[in-house]
C-alpha cells in the first residue's frame, strides 16, 4: 500500500469524497486533491454526505476562501471512473457510500482492525492532520504549495499553503499535539496569509453555538470516581461537539469525555480522552457497539447510534433514555475492565489451567529485514498496537490467520524452529506494520518465512469474563485489550510476561494438558 498521485491521473472522471460532516482538515485535503487534478487537466467534483449541508462559519468562510464547490448529497450519487476518499477510508460508517470504478484512499486515521483497504491506498496514521499527506504527496510529484503555478514569481502566500496550514491546525489542537516531523515540516515550511488563518481561526463559533455550548457545559454529568464526564447538547453542527469535549477536558482531574446530541434518526458525538489507559476510538467503539459505529485518533474519537437500532434494543429514542443508555455504558466500561502494567504485577496461576503448545506453522521476519536497525514499528495485533524497535533482537510472529505480533529473539529460538516449507499467508487483510520514520504501512507478506511453533511450550491460561488492558513489559505507553472469551496467558517460566490470545485463535494453538506427569515436565 503505497499511493503516488500520479498513479491517479490515468482516470479523467474523478470524484473527491469527504467524510459526512466535513471538518476543516478534511476540505482542505480535498481542495488540495482538486488543485493537484486541475495542474493535470482534470476537473475533479468534491462531494459529502450527512444529515445537513455546511453551516459552520470557519468551514463556510474556508470553503469561500479556497473557491471551492463541495456538493452536499443525501442519497445518490452517479458512478464515477474513480472515487477518492480524503482523512477517511472507504467503507466508514461516516461516509457514505458511493460506488465507483475504482476507489482510492487518502487518510491519517488508524486503519480498523477488519478494514480491507484499496490498492490505490495511502494511509499515514501517526500523522496528525491529512493536510500533511497531501503536503508531502504534492511534493513527492515535485510541486511546492508556496508557489502559485500562475505566477511563479510571486512571495504572496498561496491559497493552498493557508489552507493545508489551517487544516493541520484544526486537526492538532493549534499545533499543540504536534510529533511527527511531516507535521512540523507542514507548520513550518507554509507560507500562509496570516491574516486569513486568523479570521478562519476565529470564527470557529457563531452566536447561536455559543449559547449551545454554554448550555451543554451547565448540565456536566460527572461519572463517580471515574474522572469522565458526559454532555448532551441540543442539535448543532458535529464538529460544534468536538469543541465542547476539547473545552471539557481542560478542566482539573477531568480524563475523559463524552458529548453527544440528538437528531431525528440518529445520535452524533464525539469522544476525547488525554490518559494511557483510555484511548478513546476504543471507548467509541464501546459505547456505540451494536449501536452505530465509532472510531478515530487515541486522543480523539467520534461516532453515532442509530435510532432504529436504539429502538431495537429497548432504548427510549428521548434526551432521557438515550442519556442514561451512554451513563450505563461509560459505567460499564470503566467499572468492568481491569488494568494490569505487566512487570509490576504477577498473576497467581494457581487456579488457572496449564496447556501446551500445539505444532503450529506459523510466520516469522526479522524486524531488520523490513526496516533499519533503530527504526520505531508500530505493530497492529489483534489485542492493540504495539510499538517495538527494529533490532537483530525483535521478530515479528504472524499467527495462524496471519495476526502480527513481536517477540524477542531469546523467545522466537526457544519456542520456534524454522522450517524450509512455503508459507502461504492465511490472513484475508495485509498485516498492519507501520514504520514510523517514513510513516508506510510496510508491505511484509513476501519476506514472511515459515517456523514451527514447538510443541512442550507450556502456559497458564483463563478465559476472561471481563474486559482486560495489560500493558506488556516492552511497551508501558500501549495496551493488549481482552473481551470476554478472549484468554489472559501466562508463560508458565515467568509469571511477569502477560499477554491476551484471542478466544478464536486460542484453541487452534493451545491443547490443555491433563496429565501429571506432562505437569511434571
Not at 491506498?121 to 496528525?128: A, D, L, P, T
Not at 461509560?330 to 497467581?348: L, P, Q, R, V, W
Request: hydrophobic residues 35%; neutral net charge.
Amino acid at each position: 500500500m503505497s499511493l503516488k498521485l500520479k498513479d491517479l491521473t490515468k482516470y479523467k472522471d474523478v470524484v473527491i469524497q469527504c467524510h459526512d460532516n466535513p471538518d476543516a482538515d478534511a476540505i482542505a485535503s480535498a481542495y488540495a486533491l482538486q488543485w493537484y487534478f486541475k495542474q493535470q487537466g482534470t476537473d475533479a467534483t468534491i462531494v459529502y454526505g450527512g444529515l445537513n449541508p455546511i453551516s459552520k462559519c470557519n468551514l463556510v468562510l474556508l470553503t469561500r476562501y479556497i473557491g471551492i464547490q463541495a456538493k452536499h448529497i443525501k442519497k445518490r450519487f452517479r458512478r464515477p471512473e474513480l472515487l477518492v476518499t480524503v482523512d477517511c477510508q472507504y467503507g466508514e460508517r461516516n461516509v457514505m457510500h458511493l460506488n465507483a470504478d475504482h476507489v482510492a484512499v487518502i487518510d491519517h486515521h488508524q486503519i480498523r482492525r477488519d478494514q480491507i483497504l484499496p490498492e490505490l491506498s495511502e494511509v499515514r496514521s501517526n500523522y496528525g492532520s491529512c493536510s500533511t499527506v497531501l503536503y508531502e504527496l504534492l511534493k513527492a510529484e515535485g510541486y511546492d504549495i508556496n508557489v502559485n503555478p500562475e505566477n511563479k514569481a510571486s512571495r504572496e502566500p498561496t491559497t493552498l499553503a493557508t489552507a493545508l496550514y489551517y487544516g493541520l491546525s484544526t486537526d492538532t489542537d493549534g499545533f499543540s499535539t504536534i510529533n511527527h516531523p511531516s507535521d512540523k515540516d507542514l507548520r513550518d515550511y507554509a507560507n500562509y496569509s496570516e491574516l486569513d488563518f486568523n479570521l478562519l481561526r476565529n470564527s470557529n463559533i457563531s452566536e447561536e453555538e455559543l449559547e449551545i455550548a454554554a448550555d451543554a457545559l451547565k448540565s456536566t454529568y460527572y461519572g463517580n470516581g471515574s474522572n469522565y464526564a458526559i454532555i448532551g447538547a441540543k442539535p448543532c453542527d458535529p464538529n460544534l461537539l468536538g469543541l465542547i469535549a476539547d473545552m471539557l477536558l481542560e478542566v482539573n482531574n477531568l480524563k475523559t469525555c463524552f458529548v453527544y446530541c440528538i437528531f431525528e434518526d440518529y445520535v452524533k458525538f464525539s469522544v476525547r480522552s488525554c490518559v494511557k489507559e483510555v484511548r478513546a476510538n476504543e471507548l467509541a467503539d464501546y459505547i456505540s457497539s451494536g449501536l452505530g459505529g465509532g472510531g478515530g485518533h487515541i486522543v480523539k474519537a467520534g461516532g453515532k447510534l442509530d435510532r432504529e437500532l436504539l429502538e431495537e434494543a429497548g432504548v427510549s429514542y428521548t434526551k432521557k433514555g438515550v442519556h442514561n443508555l451512554i451513563i450505563k455504558r461509560f459505567d460499564d466500561y470503566f467499572s468492568n475492565t481491569k488494568i494490569i502494567y505487566a512487570g509490576d504485577y504477577k498473576e497467581d496461576t494457581s487456579k488457572m489451567q496449564l496447556y501446551r503448545k500445539i505444532d503450529t506453522p506459523v510466520g516469522y521476519v526479522l524486524s531488520t529485514q523490513i526496516a533499519k536497525e533503530g527504526e520505531r514499528l508500530q505493530v497492529r495485533t489483534l489485542e492493540g498496537d504495539v510499538d517495538v524497535t527494529a533490532s537483530e533482537d525483535t521478530y515479528i510472529l504472524f499467527g495462524v490467520e496471519g495476526e502480527p505480533y513481536p517477540v524477542a529473539r531469546k523467545k522466537f529460538e526457544k519456542s520456534y524452529t524454522l522450517s524450509k516449507k512455503r508459507y502461504t499467508y492465511p490472513g484475508k487483510a495485509r498485516p498492519s506494520i507501520l514504520n514510523y520514520s517514513n510513516s508506510k504501512i510496510l508491505d511484509v507478506v513476501k519476506k514472511i518465512r515459515m517456523c514451527i511453533a514447538s510443541g512442550g511450550q507450556t502456559i497458564y491460561a483463563k478465559k476472561l469474563d471481563e474486559r482486560v488492558k495489560i500493558f506488556p513489559k516492552w511497551d508501558q505507553n500501549h495496551y493488549y485489550l481482552g473481551v470476554p472469551g478472549d484468554y489472559l496467558a501466562v508463560r508458565s517460566d515467568d509469571p511477569y510476561d502477560l499477554y491476551i490470545i484471542a478466544g478464536r485463535i486460542f484453541p487452534q494453538t493451545y491443547e490443555e494438558v491433563t496429565n501429571t506427569a506432562d505437569k511434571a515436565e
